[in-house]
């Protein structure tokens, strides 16, 4: 090459190198899942993972560089990818929305009704203080996941509170599902019926008080008069 002249990156290699990583990190993953029922989301599993798929320890460290954690991580968030493809295959849009929502939850558990074990390893090795926001994280992207996939397009303070809301409802019936026995966990089904009423009630409650605090003086005028001695 010519002194002074600049090397040009040639098109589509940083996207090659992202869809090259990207494949090693599912390969990695699905030899690892057979495993983490016996050996946890640990650097032994995922180094193991990395030898069974074929993949260098060079490329299994650019594709998880956090170790251990960022493979569990993965592994939650390709459950929430296969959630948005199995109900972008069904018409939820005709639903109610608490049905919407009721049956989004469902699907996100039921994708991994064969990895309930390594689900509940990845939530229990997120719950740990050394794991720091990563769990808070996770949590919080299942939550977003299933509101878009139902059509949820909000972008005030609602936006917020139902994440919030949904948070406590997923947790509380992931929680339930990990011990549940019963036949195709139909006892994990009826406790999150009555959960999807429970936040159902409190919208009903939180719609009521809204009603009634419209009718209301506005609180922060109120206060400015009494502090300047308008009114």
């Known amino acids: 090459m010519p002194e002074g002249s600049t090397a040009k990156k040639r098109p589509g290699t940083g996207k090659a190198k992202a869809d090259r990583l990207e494949a090693a990190r599912m390969k990695i993953l699905e030899a690892a899942l057979p495993h983490v029922a016996f050996d946890g989301w640990t650097p032994r599993l995922l180094a193991e993972a990395a030898d069974a798929a074929g993949i260098s320890h060079g490329d299994m460290r650019l594709a998880f560089p956090g170790g251990a954690a960022d493979l569990a991580d993965f592994f939650l968030a390709d459950g929430d990818r296969r959630m948005e493809e199995a109900l972008a295959r069904e018409d939820i849009g005709a639903l109610k929305i608490r049905e919407r929502i009721t049956r989004a939850v469902r699907t996100r558990i039921e994708v991994d009704r064969n990895n309930r074990e390594a689900m509940r390893r990845a939530v229990t090795l997120f719950a740990l203080p050394l794991s720091?926001?990563?769990?808070?994280?996770?949590?919080?992207?299942?939550?977003?996941?299933?509101?878009?996939?139902?059509?949820?397009?909000?972008?005030?303070?609602?936006?917020?509170?139902?994440?919030?809301?949904?948070?406590?409802?997923?947790?509380?019936?992931?929680l339930y599902w990990f011990s549940d026995d019963s036949e195709n966990y139909q006892r994990t089904w009826a406790f999150l019926d009555r959960r999807i009423e429970d936040v159902m009630r409190f919208e009903r409650v939180k719609a009521g008080v809204k009603g009634v605090a419209a009718k209301l003086p506005d609180p922060v005028a109120l206060l400015g008069?009494?502090?300047?001695?308008?009114?």
């Open 225 to 231: 008069r009494l502090r300047y001695g308008r009114g």
């Open 132 to 174: 720091g926001m990563r769990g808070p994280n996770a949590l919080y992207r299942t939550v977003d996941a299933i509101w878009r996939a139902v059509g949820d397009t909000s972008t005030d303070f609602n936006f917020y509170t139902k994440r919030a809301t949904l948070a406590g409802v997923f947790s509380s019936v992931s």
